[in-house]
Every structure is written in C-alpha cells, then in structure tokens.
C-alpha cells in the first residue's frame, strides 16, 4: 500500500478529536480532552494513541487544526511587536496604532505603485535603534500600496537587518490584497505569533521524532486548506479560527455535488454557520476577524450564533431568553442552570445523563412561564431551533447582498438559494426533525459529527491564492505577495497572464506541501481594463486571482 | 478602531464592464483606481461607514421625470438603470434612517440629461439626481428639495427639469459658460414663470481655486440655503473642476472638495463627471467619504499639489465676488422679478434648440406653462428632433391644483390632433404615466 494514511485532528473547548484514515475511510478515532493549560500534551497524547501499534512510516501527513495562536491573541498572550508603517497621502496611519512600539516614517508609493515621496531612511534608523533598546525583535513593516510596488518594505527590511533583529515580516508578503489596515493587523499578528507558533509545532515534531513518529506535519488554516508546517513558519498567523473550518471540510462529503448548503455546527455555547456552493465552501471576501483585528488572513465565511446546547435559558421581562453564555455544562451532566440540552431529555428518551436533573430544571422554566413542564421544554426546543434558522437566513442574506462592480454581475450574479442543510456537533441529531418541519429544507446530520471536524482537517486539500497585477504601461507583471516581479517586453495578453497566475499558484501550493495530482487551480477574479490616455490606448491592467480550490483530497472516501 | 461620526452610506458602482465607447473619458477604467484607493485606505472597514448594493431603478422611476423618445429602453443600457438605482438606494437608506449621509459613487452620470432625452448628451442618457428626488416624493414626506451641482460644467439638465418648480432650489456652479460645455448657465437664467429665482447660477471664471469655490459655499450657497429651508440637500458631486482634469481649466484641490463637503452638509453626494482617473478622483473621493463620514481628512493631499501655485489671482477673487453679488441680489428680488415677467399672462412660452454631442442630435423644443399660485403649473412640451420624432410631454405637477389638472388632460387629450407621433403624460399626483402612439414610424 505505502504512504496510504492520514491523520487529522482537531482540538475543540473541551475535546481534542483524532482519527485515522485510509483509502476506505476513517477506520480509527481517539478523543482526549483538552488541557487548556497544556496544549501541548493534549496534541502529543492524541497523536500517540491514534498511532498506537501502526507502522507510522504509512502515515502520509498528519494535519493539525489547533487553537493556539487563536487562544494566543484572544487572551493577549503574545511578545511584543513592533511595527513601521509608511503611509503618504490619505488616512494618517497614527489612526491603525495597533501596539505601543509603532513608528510612521515619511515616504509614498501611489496607487499605481510609482514612487512620490521617497522613504525617509534616517526615520527608519531611529525607530530601528529605539526598539532595539526597548528589547523588541520581531517587527512588522507595512507600507501603503505595497502590494503594487515593494520596494519601500524592502528597502526597510534592509536597514533593519544591520540591527540584529530575530525576524522581520513583511506587508506585501503576506496578502496580495488591497487594504492597508487589515495589512497592518495582519502583518503585526503574524510577528506577535510567531514564536508560540514555531516552538509548539517544532516540539510536537521533536517529541514525535523521540517517539520513532516522523511523520509530515500539516497544519489547517481558516480557509479549510491545508499547508506544510514548515512553511507556516513564517505565515503563523494563517493557523488562527481554523476550527470552524475543521467542522466545515467535515460536512463537504455529505453534501451533493451542486446546489447551495448550509452547514451548521451545534456547540455548547454556540452555533457556527457556514454555507457550501457545489461542495465549496464561501469565503470571506477579505479576511477573518478575530477580537478586535481585521485582518487579510484568507477564511471561510461563518457565522457564530451565541446560542449552543449549554446556552443558559432565563426568562427576562417574561420572555425567554436563550444564551448568548454558557454557565457550565447541562443539568442533565451536573449543570446549575437550564439548557436546551435538558430541554431535549425532557422531550426525547436521552439514556446517557441525569434526566430527573433535567426535568428539574426546565421546571423551574416551565413555573415562570405557567406552562406544563413538556411544553416549555417544546418552546425551548423550538426557539432555539428558530434562533439557528435565523442566523442562517441572516447569513445566506449577507453573501447575497455582497457588492459587485460589474453589470453583469448586478444583473445575474449568483445568489445563494438553499434547500438543504447538514448539521454536525454533539446534540445535532435531535435538531434534525424540528429544523426540518420549521423551514422545510431537506435536513441531515453529517455521518460521524462526532469526529467529523478531525476528518475535514485530515482531508483537506493544500490550498492557497496568487494575486497576480499587471501594467503593460509601466511594463510590469508583479505578485509581490510570492516575491515575483518581471518586467514586460512586447506584447503581454490577458491569456499570459493567466497563465503566469497558474505558474505562481502551482509553485505555490508545491511549496505549502501539496502534491500536484491534487491540485484543482481556479480563477477567482479577474479584471482586464484598456488604459486609455488622451484617447490613445497605453497599456492594459488585468488583475487575477487565482487559488487552489478548497475542498477535499481524492482518493479517501471520508465516511 | 476608526469610527464614523455621520453613518454614512456609500454606494459603489464602477461598472467596470460599461463604456460609451473603448477611448471614451467614460470607459471601463474611469472609476478603477479610485477604487484602488479606496480598498486601500481601508474605508468601506470603518465603523459606519456601510456599503451598500446599488438597487436597480424602475422603469417607471424614470418615466416619473423623464419624456424617453420613443422610450425608455431605447434610451438607456443596463448601466443607467444601476447608476440611477444606486442614487436611489442611498435615498431610501437615509429616509429609512439607516445613514445620516450617503454618497452615490456611480457610473454613468446624468446632470446634462434635460426632461425630454432624445439620446446622450454631455456624457448622460438619465439624470440620476431627479430620478432620486421624485422617487423620495413619491414615497416620502418630502417637499423642498435644494440641489447643488458643484461639477465643473453647468447642470443643464438638472436646470431643465427644475425650471418650473418652486420647491426645488436648482444652484450650479460651474465653470463659465463662455468658456466650457455646454456654454450656459449664466446667472439671468432663474428659471419659470412659477419658479422664478429657484433655478441660480453661479459661473466662475476659469483658474478658479479652493479659495473662489469656498467664498461661493460661504457668501453665496449656504446662506441661499438657510433661506430656502429644504427638506434635504443633494449634491450633484462632480470632480472635472480638479486642477489636473484634462477637459477643464479649474484648480479645486482634494481638500477644498472635502471642505465644500464638510460645508455644505449634503445630505446625498451623487458622482457626475470628473476625468483626471489617476491624479484627482482616488484623492478627491476619499476626501469626500471623509469629510461626509465628519472623519479627519487633512491627509487627503494629491501627489504634485502646490498650494502656492495653485492660488487664484486678484483677478479672479474679484470677479467671484461680482458674480456672487449679482446672485444674491437676484435671490432677493425673485419674487418681484417673477410678477414683471409674468405681467397678465395666463400662459407663458419658451422656445430652446439643444444640442445633443455625444449623439449627434438636434432638437427644437418648445414649452408652454400655465401660470399658477396654487401649484407649480401644467406644463406643455413640444419637442422635435432631426431623429425624426415629434413628441408632446404634458406634466401634472406634484402637487397640482385642481385647474391644472384639467389643463393637462385637456393639452394630452388634443393630441391626437396634432402633429405627434406619441405623446406622453406624467400624472404626478396619481403617479401615472401615460402614453398615446399616434403615428406609426
């Protein structure tokens, strides 16, 4: 067989989930639970059981979902950063101060990426020399239009190589995409989890190793695509909010090969929407959020609804009320507050907890509603299936009311209609029937929701995006995003650079770890202009996008 | 971490597949690096400041202010029902109180798009800023309008449709007339026998800069506007008077457009024209979403300005002082100008050729109001064209007087017997529009 397996795992809240997979399918799968003080153990003890007595060297990769750069910056444990913004004409970037170490240094590149204000390197040197006293060693640098002309960024990177910093991160290579101050954010998350980064996965290698384990590590990002843990040493912050995405790879084998899905995951605190077109699922047009940052880091587009099986049930002003917190687990498993969990022992045959526990609790609802403990318990049941349904017409009504820039696709852009929707998460077989009758849609749970999230991030494909800019005016086709710059002699069509955004791509996603039968390369975007001066034609302006589809790989089926 | 003060909505539309023609100032690329911009400064990201989809607008949107020869969809494209559409969402957002301003960023634009459209002229098949204000009559409690038109050329065609109405303040300021396209807009233009000192003009000599466009907003605009009390402001927020657009001889700044922004508080800014795509629309854009959103906009600084070089002479303050007098005046004496012009008359006259560039098309055009304190006036329109269509238009004003409209049925029920090969009605008040094929072509 040879080099035939997989491994993929998924740390939750109070699970980390493991499987193993082969051609037929998953054919073993571990649950440990999640120390959330020691990350580290959680992730080495799963994947020593899931390999217990198997011969590793037929362990293709293992893709790794975690949440720990996540928790990182969610509770603010991560070194300081420090960052040099080049701004010019516009916003005065004083207003993106993301960390106390922020310098602005005088210099402007336009929107074509010509050079107006040249770089004030003697700004440079002073800000280098000040967060070298100050101890900092890993700096952001971010100039405005980056992504059309680098050159300010590494002419910084220059400079501040003479001063002994560990490690440098630059705008342009981190997204190809317009917007400064998601640039800004990005790039800064990048430096400030780097370290956290690096030293968890090289010691899960190492200890894997000590264990006669070596085995390719992978990790998952946001985007449901995988890459290579070597080369997300210097991408770190594309780990971040991998884990909805996790669920989401997880229901794409459970979809039909066309038409429009909705994926919910029911949690204990909450409920993460997602929505798959074709088996694909919808990204975010610019990039994940997370806490208070906006960032360029490539994510699926969910939606997490404050209300889960754990979610606490009160009545406030004598209406119901459901969630947005979770106080502790069910009464039905040792809980001191009413959830829809009891709800459900209330109306289903639930074997595995402490029904009478349950009953006692929804009573208590059931008294300040006046109302038979069985019909409070239907009345949370149902308004919390009501919430979910809400939260994913308010989602499918986000991606459709997305703006668009052509004619053409005002007039007959595609609009997301669902008939269908797939449900994973602990007590997503009770939701079936009720969010069924409620909205007519065709319902089903995804077969082994339990461990479905461990199997999306063992299947998923390599995946990322090549942004590719040309102007046959200034002669120049340019990725800055993938180091690539070259100029234009004679005649340069659209179909060439097509072609070179394939090349990008493909080279790309060799180096993230994919290999090249796996690869289906789409175009995303792709914008051709004549660029027209005192009515002669110059040049022309194309703009393409082109990523590896997210989805998952061949050749292992997934249930 | 930015946050707006005014929630200020913001419809985008580049129609990057939409052009008059490939070289056309109006082409695909007009809008592309304004985009660029945009996007890169981040400021569909700050809080409140919300992009909107641009709603598609109705046929009978336009036929509630336009007479189209023969119709409407011979007249337009797909584009123009999208570029009105988003001048109208942003209208309803801010009547349904999501917004305190929007701004319609749209192609193709409408300001030279007179009553009667025979074809494009000046760039605009529709005018986008009417069809907003009638379709918020039409749905919202609004009566008096003030539209001020800040593009470099005059609004001749927002003029037009405005000229016979007292509740709509029409205000241009363009460059003069002697000098640029469309070669009116001088300030005896003051509109109808009904609406007389509700249509000013205010041309300024060319080489005017930020200086001579703010004294206009401070001495001129604004206190027109205090008087005028409208229900709301539109600014018809053209950029060809930017000291690099190609077509024009103005020197406005991305700062002095923010401040006439900040100023004069529009309500709705809609884009006209503006064709330096590189070196002003990026800059003077951003300067407006600023400015509209109450967020600092001094950055907002165009590569190569030079304030210095830019300044208007003596010369020319003077000579904007001297216009700027003549408007107030002719403001103030409105109402005693209107009774000499309409002496006893019971009906009054205008006859007009126009022009239509883009198209190559020669109208003869002659209108008939009846003179009314009740309303605004029925309103007669004969207009011909070297196309070979003869039309008759009869409005029913908004908020017609019994008598006037008996008048227009009356002039739309002749019809038949004169030399039309179609003739229209627009029944405002019912907010009806009919129509009478009279001649096969």
Redesign the interface.
């Known amino acids: 067989m040879g080099n035939a397996m997989l491994i993929g795992l998924d740390v939750g809240g109070t699970h980390t989930d493991v499987v193993l997979i082969g051609p037929d399918g998953p054919f073993r799968e571990v649950k440990v639970i999640t120390d959330t003080s020691n990350l580290f153990k959680s992730v080495l003890s799963a994947l020593e059981k899931i390999t217990e007595g198997i011969d590793t060297l037929q362990i293709k990769r293992a893709v790794l979902s975690t949440t720990l750069t996540t928790n990182a910056i969610v509770t603010d444990q991560i070194e300081p950063v420090g960052m040099i913004v080049v ?1 010019g ?4 970037p004083e ?2 101060r993301i960390c106390p170490y922020f310098y602005c240094v005088a210099g ?1 590149i ?3 990426g010509r050079e ?1 204000d040249g770089l004030d390197e003697v700004e440079v040197m002073d800000a280098a020399a000040r967060m070298k006293a100050d101890g900092i060693r890993h700096i952001g640098v971010v100039a ?2 980056s992504t ?1 002309n680098p050159s300010h960024e590494i002419r910084i990177e220059k400079i501040l190589a003479e001063y002994g910093f560990e490690k440098i991160f630059m705008g342009h290579r981190t997204s190809g995409n ?5 640039r800004i954010s990005t790039t800064f998350l990048n430096a400030a989890v780097y370290s956290v980064h690096k030293n968890f996965f090289n010691a899960v290698k190492q200890s894997l190793a000590e264990k006669g384990l070596n085995i390719p590590i992978h990790i998952l990002k946001a985007d449901g695509g995988t890459m290579s843990f070597s080369s997300s040493i210097d991408f770190p912050g594309q780990t971040i909010l991998s884990g909805p995405a996790a669920s989401v790879m997880g229901a794409i084998s459970s979809a039909p090969a066309e038409g429009d899905v909705i994926v919910l995951d029911i949690g204990g605190t909450t409920t993460d929407i997602a929505v798959l077109i074709n088996q694909s699922p919808v990204l975010e047009p610019l990039g994940i959020s997370i806490g ?1 940052y ?1 960032t360029l880091i490539r994510s699926l587009k969910t939606y997490s609804l404050g209300v889960g099986g754990d979610s606490v049930v009160q009545i406030k002003d004598g209406e119901l009320v459901i969630g947005p917190y979770r106080k502790g687990p069910a009464m039905a498993y040792g809980g001191s507050s009413p959830t829809p969990t009891d709800a459900l022992f209330v109306l289903e045959h639930i074997d595995d907890g402490d029904a009478e526990a349950a009953r006692k609790g929804i009573q208590l609802i059931a008294d300040q509603l006046g109302l038979r403990v069985e019909y409070a318990a239907e009345r949370i049941f149902e308004k919390t299936c009501n919430m979910i349904l809400e939260g994913a017409a308010h989602l499918v009504r986000d991606i459709n ?8 696709e ?2 007959e852009g595609y609009t997301v209609v669902p008939a269908r929707i797939l449900v994973l998460g602990g007590p997503a077989k009770y939701f079936v029937s009720h969010l069924k009758k409620i909205s007519g849609y065709s319902v089903e749970t995804v077969p082994r929701w339990g461990v479905a999230n461990a199997i999306g991030a063992g299947l998923a494909r390599t995946t990322c995006e090549v942004n590719l800019f040309v102007d046959t005016e200034k002669g120049v086709v340019l990725a800055p995003e993938e180091n690539y710059t070259k100029a234009i002699r004679g005649a340069y069509s659209y179909a060439d650079a097509e072609e070179t955004a394939f090349e990008l791509v493909r080279k790309k996603a060799a180096k993230n770890g994919a290999e090249s039968e796996n690869l289906q390369i789409e175009i995303i975007e792709s ?1 051709s ?4 001066r ?4 110059t040049g022309k ?1 194309i703009r393409i996008r082109a990523q590896v589809k997210p989805g998952l790989i061949e050749g292992y089926k997934a249930l | 971490m930015l946050k707006a003060h005014y929630k200020t909505g913001l419809v985008f539309f580049p129609a990057f597949d939409w052009a008059i023609d490939p070289t056309h100032p109006e082409r695909e690329e007009r809008l592309l690096y304004t985009q660029d911009q945009v996007f890169e400064e981040g400021l569909l990201d700050i809080e409140d400041i919300i992009e909107y989809k641009p709603d598609i607008a109705s046929e009978m949107d336009i036929k509630r202010v336009h007479f189209c020869v023969p119709d409407v969809f011979s007249v337009t494209t797909k584009s123009h029902f999208i570029s009105a559409g988003g001048a109208v969402t942003m209208g309803r957002a801010l009547m349904e109180k999501e917004i305190d301003r929007g701004f319609a960023l749209v192609r193709p634009p409408g300001h030279h798009s007179m009553r009667v459209v025979h074809g494009n002229r000046g760039f605009c098949n529709i005018n986008n800023e009417a069809i907003l204000v009638e379709y918020l009559r039409r749905h919202y409690p609004v009566k008096k309008v003030a539209i001020v038109d800040t593009d470099c050329h005059h609004g001749d065609g927002t003029q037009d449709i405005y000229w016979h109405d007292p509740d709509t303040l029409f205000i241009s300021i363009h460059q003069d007339g002697r000098t640029l396209y469309p070669g009116t807009g001088f300030t005896d233009e003051l509109g109808g026998a009904n609406a007389f000192g509700t249509t000013l003009n205010i041309p300024l000599p060319p080489l005017t800069s930020d200086e001579g466009y703010l004294y206009t907003i401070d001495h001129v605009v604004l206190p027109i506007l205090e008087e005028f009390k409208p229900d709301i402001i539109i600014n018809s927020a053209g950029q060809d008077n930017h000291f690099t657009d190609p077509l024009t001889n103005m020197n406005f700044s991305a700062q002095g457009y923010a401040d006439l922004t900040r100023r004069l508080k529009p309500d709705i800014a809609v884009l006209e024209g503006g064709y330096s795509i590189e070196g002003a629309l990026p800059y003077v854009n951003t300067g407006i979403i600023l400015a509209l959103a109450g967020l600092d906009y001094k950055g907002v600084v165009e590569p190569g300005y030079d304030a210095a070089r830019m300044a208007q002479s003596a010369d020319v303050t003077r000579a904007i002082k001297g216009i700027g007098d003549v408007v107030l005046s002719n403001w103030k004496n409105r109402r005693d100008m209107q009774e000499k012009i309409r002496g006893n008359r019971e009906f009054i006259e205008r006859r007009r050729n126009i022009m239509y560039d883009t198209d190559m098309i020669y109208e003869m055009q002659k209108d008939e109001i009846r003179i009314c304190d009740d309303c605004a006036g029925a309103l007669k329109i004969d207009s011909s064209a070297d196309t070979g269509h003869h039309i008759l238009g009869v409005q029913i004003p908004v908020h017609a007087c019994p008598k006037c409209v008996e008048q227009g049925y009356e002039w739309f029920d002749k019809a038949s017997t004169g030399p039309y090969d179609r003739a229209f009605l627009q029944d405002r008040p019912k907010d009806e529009y009919l129509e009478k094929i009279l001649k096969q072509r």
């Open positions: 701004g004409p516009g916003i005065d207003a993106y402007a336009d929107h074509r107006i405005k239009f059309r317009l917007n400064f101050p998601r208070k906006k009311s997305k703006p668009v820039y052509t004619v053409h005002l007039l914008l202009f004549n660029m027209v005192g009515f002669r034609t302006n």
